[in-house]
Structures are given as C-alpha cells and as structure tokens.
C-alpha cells in the first residue's frame, strides 16, 4: 500500500501541477466570463471531465481489478480473455452512448440561434463527447497495470491530458484570432487528442507484459457479467462528489443570466440568482480543492485496493478492518490541514495562478469564496473514495449507493435553496456540507455493518489533527502578516513561507499529540506489514 500510495502520489502530484498550469494558461486566455463563453465551454467539457474521472482515475477499476486479480491467479489465459471482452463491450456500450449524445447535440444546435450560449455549449460537446470511448479503453488499460503492480504509467496517464492542452494554448493558440469561440474549439480538439494519447502510449507496456488480443466472450461470461453487474452501481457510489459538481454546474448553467433580468420560464417572478461565470467558478475552485483530494484521497484509495481485496479472498475481515481504520487516520491526518491550508492560502493561491490576461481581481475573489467553503470538506472528499473501497472489497455495493444517492438529493436541495441569498457561495456550501454527511455516514455503516474501524483511535486523531492545524493556522496567519506585498512574488513568499512553517508546526505537534500514522511512510514496525506485497518480493519468491 506504502509503495503504491508513493508511486501514485508523486504521479497525482505531478499531473495536479501541470493541472494548474493548465487552468492557469486557460484562464488567462478566456478568464472567467468573456460573454459566457467560458461558461459553455466548462458546461460542454462537464461530461467528457467525468467521464474521465469515473473510467481513467480509478473509479472503473474498483470493479474490474477483483475480476481480472482472481482470473490472473487461475488461468492467465482467461484473464486477458476477460481484458479482450471487456475492451470489446465497453467500447460497444459507449460508442452507442456517445452516438445518442451527438443526436442530441444536433438537436441543440438545429433547435438554437448560433448566439445562443446553448448552440456553443452543443457545437463543444459535440467535438468532445468521442473522449469518453477513449478514456474508457485507457482505463481498461491501467486498471490492467494497476493488478500487475505497475503504477507508474497509470499515474502518468492524467499528465497526457495536461501536456496536450498546455500545448494547444502556448504553442497554437496564439496563431489563431483573439475569438475566445474558436480558442474553445481549440482545446476541445485538444481533449479529443488526449483521448487517443492515453490510450495508445499503454499498449506497448501490456505487449511487453504478454498482453495479447484473445476474444472469447463464453470463456468469460460470468466474470463479465460480475463485472458489468457491479460497474455502475461501483462507479456511481465512487463519483458521488464529482456528480454532485456536475449537477450543482447544471444548476449554475440553468439559473444564470443577465443582472436584474427576471426568469422568464418561472413566470418573471425571479430574477437570475446567479450570472456569467458562475459555472466557470465553480470549475477554478474545483480545480484547487481537487490537488489534496488526488494527492491524498485518491493516492490511497487506490493503492489500499488490492491490498483489501487480498485480505477479503481470505475471509480476513478483522484485517481489512485495520488496514482500512489506518488508511481512515491518514485521510483525517492529512485531510484536516491541507483543507485548513486551502482557506488560509485562498486567496494567493487565486491570485498566482489565474490573476493574468482576461481574469480579473473580482473574478480572483469570486473563485477564492468558494474555495473557503470547499476546504471545509476535504477530509471528507479524501475519505470517501477510501470508505467506499472498504464496502466494494467485502462484497457491498449497495449501501455507498444508497448513501450517495441520498447525499446528492441534499446536494442538490441546499444549492437550489442557497443560491438566491449566498450566489455562488450556496453551490460551494451546498456540495461541502453534502459530502461531509456522506463521509460520516459511510464510516459509521461500516463500522455497524461490517466491522469497528476503531472510532476511539479515529476519534483521538482527529482531535489531534484539528488541534495541530489550529496552531499551524495561527503559524500561518503570522508568517503571512509579517511578508509585506500583494504581487506575485508576494503570493509565492506567503505560500512556501507559510506552507513550510505551517507543515513543520504541525508535524511537530501532531506527533506529540500521539500521532504515529505519517511517520509509517518513513519507517517503524508498521510498514513491514506492506512489504511482503511488493511486486519485488513476489518476483523473489517466485
């Protein structure tokens, strides 16, 4: 788990940063508004997003891994039988997806004047909507690598996307006109391209693995029905947040307009709650509050996976419980600061990374209020991913569904009911406090269902982790203070000059506070427990 979370975070780490480069370039280029258009570029990219989350950063291989693991065991034959049919039916299933959802594009556009924010936001989805074939074979791909022990291609796979766009906008971009419209249909073909990236630079590793095409759909019939049975109701309970965002920006799309304009549909009783930019808001704050939850949240939950599903082929439930209470006290250790960090460097993270070209100080304070709110839920963000792959490893695929759908009926009320007296800040309150409730409430039906996580040993580290984060912001407050300036520069001082004392103000005291959980990283007794499931020590005994 230690070996794949290091490996995977470092990629995390890596793709998050050219992640932000790449909003960066893209806000300078269209800002947060430009009449929309960034609006319905964001509302277009929404789906192929995730799409992209669901199959390419794990959501899809928490149901293919168990399938593909314990064929691998049997008959390695079969298995790659199993990878040939289900790169054969997903690609069927989403080929049809996608030829209905370019039907309805060409509705939108038949049905649209060409000045309409919806004939664009249909003309963008229309170029992108073919990604969601090819993440989803990319996926197939690396959840492959993912159960032979190889993490490092499949976290470099999201820098693809990163690397393509950043071109399209520093090397292209400028070649065409100063039409915000057609830079938009530039990084939609960028997407496009991605697609195909992701998915081709994986082929050559899985050849050199022994991977061969070998269709045989009877040989593998039930583990692929296991599979299919298990994938949406498994994907749905993963992506919980990110549909929750989809949906809040549907919301945001759809009550946006003119100031003072009332809504015409609701009988001109209303006005517009919320205007341009909003959606495009919700898309920059969500971009910095997702860097802890890929760094921490996702890195572990993918590495602790297999290890789990191991431990369920044994019957050993009493050590999944372990494993997972452990993997819970590090999301809570590192969880809790890095959200309290996100509040206190709002607004130089804003600042630094978007303040340039068409985005504009208001739109730095726009995106810096919702990620306030945002950082209130990044423990809960980082632990459900986790939660969720505790269930899905004991057989449990309902219950994170039912609590999902249940979290997205909240989500979706509290936006709707916030969104006249708080604008965008309800949409970011809305979704934190959802996710929030739903992080609680898988920890506490596990633990009833399935087996105590140890609420005591939680309970003292998240006391430790809030106490330590509390003197690590006062830590911060005053490095801040004492760093004069409120340019670039400035921005950089305050983030690695508060961040480094902050981080070394709270390792120090969560460590006197009883905390052990970080230092297993590092050393101590604890780690040799992981060692015997590197893929080096497999390679020795065999």
Known sequence: MLRGSLVTGIGTLLS??????????????????????????VFAFRLPEVARRMFGEGSFSTSFIPVFAKLWNEDRTRAWQLFTVALCRIFLILTAFVLFG?????????????????????????????Y???????????????????????????????????????????????DPAGRCYLLALCVLLAGFAQFLIQIPVLRRLGGRFDFNGKAVAPEMRTMLRNMLPTMLGLMSVQLDIL?????????????????????????????????????????????????????????????????????????????????????????????????????????????????????????????????FAVWAICTIPVMVR????????????????????????????????LQEEGIAIGIAFSAMVQATLLINRYSKKHGLLRFRDIAS??????????????????????????????????????GTVGLCVYLVLYRIFGGREIGIFFRGKERERFKRFSPKRRRKRK
């Open 16 to 41: 998050r940063f050219l992640g932000m480069l790449r909003d960066a370039a893209t806000a300078a280029m269209l800002g947060m508004s430009s009449g929309g258009v960034m609006d319905a570029f």
């Open 102 to 130: 370019e039907l309805a594009c060409w509705l939108g556009l038949m049905l649209f004047e060409p000045t309409s924010k919806v004939y664009l936001a249909a003309h963008l989805m229309s170029v992108m909507l073919p």
């Open 132 to 178: 969601l074939i090819l993440i989803s074979l990319a996926a197939i791909c690396a959840a492959t690598l993912q159960t032979l022990g190889y993490f490092a291609i499949v976290s470099a796979i999201p820098m693809v996307l990163n690397i393509i766009w950043l071109a399209g906008i520093l090397v292209v971009a400028p070649m065409l006109s100063d």
């Open 247 to 375: 949906a809040a920006s549907i919301l945001a799309w759809i009550f946006s307009g003119p100031p003072g304009v009332p809504i015409r549909w609701l009988g001109r009783i209303v006005e517009y709650p919320l205007h341009a930019g909003s959606v495009a808001a919700i898309y920059y704050s969500e971009r910095l509050f997702e860097f802890p939850q890929g760094l921490i949240g996702m890195a572990i939950a993918t590495a602790i996976y297999p290890l789990i599903s191991r431990h369920a082929a044994k019957k050993d439930f009493q050590a999944i419980s372990d494993d997972l209470g452990l993997a819970v006290r590090l999301q809570f250790a590192l969880g809790i600061p890095a959200g309290i960090g996100l509040i206190l460097f709002r607004i130089p993270l804003a600042h630094l990374l978007y303040q340039r070209g068409a985005f504009t100080p208001t739109d730095t304070f726009r995106t810096a209020d919702m990620i306030f709110w945002f950082g």
């Open 390 to 421: 505790g269930f899905y490893a004991v057989g449990d695929v309902r219950t994170p569904l039912r609590i999902a759908i249940g979290c997205g009926f909240l989500n979706l009320l509290l936006c709707l009911a916030l969104i006249w007296p």
């Open 461 to 498: 580290r998240v006391v430790a982790a809030l106490v330590s984060s509390l003197f690590m912001a006062v830590a911060v407050a005053l490095t801040m203070k004492a760093i004069p300036g409120n340019d670039s520069i400035a921005d950089i001082l305050h983030i690695v000059g508060g």
